[in-house]
């Protein structure tokens, strides 16, 4: 069984919560043209949800190994 943790399924929803992010830090400024005071808590959304994504899927695996 080498190839045991190649195998296990890892179930984080991290890679998703990084295309979301990305997703609102591109679209966050066409989404209210009319309303500009919405782009900016989208973009700080964006970043914060990408920053979260990007912790559960590559941080939180690497403390847990050493």
């Known amino acids: 069984m080498a190839h045991n943790q190649h195998n296990k399924s890892r179930r984080s929803g991290g890679f998703a919560l990084i295309i979301l ?16 005071e919405l782009a900016v808590p989208a973009l700080f959304g964006g970043i914060v ?7 559960l899927r590559f941080i939180r ?3 847990k190994k050493t």
Do not use: D
Not at 21 to 36: E, S
């Open 49 to 55: 949800i990408g920053s979260i994504g990007f912790y």
């Open 21 to 36: 992010g990305a997703l609102l830090l591109m679209l966050a400024p066409n989404i209210h043209p009319t309303n500009p």
């Open 61 to 63: 695996n690497r403390e």
